[in-house]
């Protein structure tokens, strides 16, 4: 079965420090990974995705992610965080020869940034 | 695109009381899921429907949760009876090709 692991439960981080929240995945397939945010009180927001080809990723909010496939990992990188990054940031998966659409959701990283 | 549509955003019922919440998806899209949020155990897939059918509904806690979606562009998810722990925020997205969005939510509030 397919799984989701973000190691890092919970950072703090100051302003202008810079962001990498890990993300690793099993599965061996051709996988679709995305991070979702959520600011507090709202709603998961897509940042960004990789289906293929270049395998470093730009999203909103000058967030970035890295595909490695050898260490099935996709972390997420920022490289001057800001007060208004305080959120909980949530790494997905989805892969499969029958692609079912289902999304598979790590258990979250809650960001806090100190102004 | 107004984006996915749920109602209410907010529910406050008495244990024991049917609460049903509603989804619109975005236009077009061909997956429907239901999620639940709890501080304790995070964000939990209760059900995802492909082209108006149920395809996984072993996310769905108890007998007591149930979901339809009749049509391309309306879903509820009913509780009957509800229980305190039930109080979660309840999340509709949609998708077409994989990316999911999500709607505002349901903060749902069983006393």
């Known amino acids: 079965a397919q799984s989701v692991s973000q190691h890092n439960h919970h950072v703090i981080l100051s302003e202008a420090a810079s962001l990498e929240l890990g993300c690793n995945y099993s599965y061996g397939g051709t996988v679709n990974l995305f991070w979702y945010v959520q600011y507090p009180g709202q709603h998961l927001q897509l940042l960004l995705k990789?289906?293929?080809?270049?395998?470093l990723v730009k999203g909103i909010k000058g967030f970035e992610a890295e595909f490695i496939k050898s260490k099935f990992s996709f972390n997420l990188r920022k490289p001057s965080v800001q007060w208004s990054d305080t959120a909980e940031y949530f790494c997905?998966?989805?892969?499969?020869?029958?692609?079912?659409?289902?999304?598979?959701f790590g258990q979250g990283t809650t960001l806090q940034v100190k102004p | 695109d107004a984006g996915v549509i749920q109602s209410p955003r907010h529910e406050v019922t008495e244990m024991g009381q049917e609460v049903t919440l509603r989804c619109k998806p975005i236009s077009g899209h061909d997956y429907l899921f239901w999620y639940r949020q709890t501080m304790m155990r995070g964000l939990e897939l209760l059900i995802y429907?492909?082209?108006?059918?149920?395809?996984?509904d072993s996310g769905m806690p108890e007998d007591r949760f149930s979901a339809k979606m009749p049509n391309a562009s309306f879903s509820t998810l009913k509780i009957q009876p509800s229980e305190p722990r039930d109080s979660a925020v309840y999340f509709c997205?949609?998708?077409?090709?994989?990316?999911?969005?999500f709607g505002p939510g349901t903060r749902l509030t069983v006393l």
């Open positions: 997205a949609s998708s077409l090709s994989l990316t999911q969005y």
């Open positions: 429907f492909n082209n108006n059918v149920p395809i996984d």
């Open positions: 990789y289906f293929s080809g270049d395998p």
């Open positions: 997905a998966v989805n892969g499969g020869s029958s692609n079912t659409g289902k999304l598979i």
